[in-house]
């Protein structure tokens, strides 16, 4: 009987430690298990939509890196576009394709106006799905 109340103690002792150093340090328990508390992105595709026949942004799609960010939470993604074509256009919206994403700011804001040479950086701040666990991201620029 005493070893059966000792192994009980045991147990409840043990549970009220792993709860403590969840509660204060929750790094340290995914670290324990071997759980990340950032969620990665392993490829980011950008497409672009155009109203022209060619691109004049360089590929319709290009294949740009991966990220990582704290799980659960907004991150912003940076990238650049140049202009290659004569004349004038405007970029008229960015969108992330993947369901559940929401782009929450755009800067610069849009619609956008750009030419040929002009190098832009855009930086989008989006908003993942809950539950979101990783895998490629897709980014549809939209320009006329």
């Known amino acids: 009987m005493k070893a059966a109340s000792f192994v ?3 147990l409840i002792v043990a549970a009220a430690a ?3 150093v969840y509660l204060y340090s929750p790094s340290t328990i995914y670290g324990f298990l071997g759980i990340s508390d950032n969620t990665s992105i392993s490829g980011v595709s950008l497409e672009i939509n155009s109203a022209r026949q060619t691109s004049c942004f360089g590929s319709v799609v290009q294949a740009l890196p991966g990220f990582s960010f704290a799980s659960g939470s907004m991150f ?3 990238f650049n576009l140049t202009d290659s074509c004569p004349g004038r256009r405007n970029i ?3 969108l992330v394709l993947n369901p559940g994403f929401a782009i929450r700011s755009v800067n610069p804001q849009l619609p956008y106006e750009t030419f040929n ?3 832009v950086p855009f930086t989008v701040q989006v ?3 809950s ?3 990783g895998g490629v991201m897709s980014i549809q620029v939209n320009a006329t």
Do not use: E, M
């Open 18 to 20: 792993i709860a403590i």
């Open 8 to 10: 009980v103690l045991f």
């Open 92 to 94: 008229t919206s960015i």
């Open 117 to 119: 040479g002009n190098r």
């Open 76 to 78: 912003n993604y940076s």
């Open 131 to 133: 539950g979101f666990h």
């Open 127 to 129: 908003q993942p799905p």
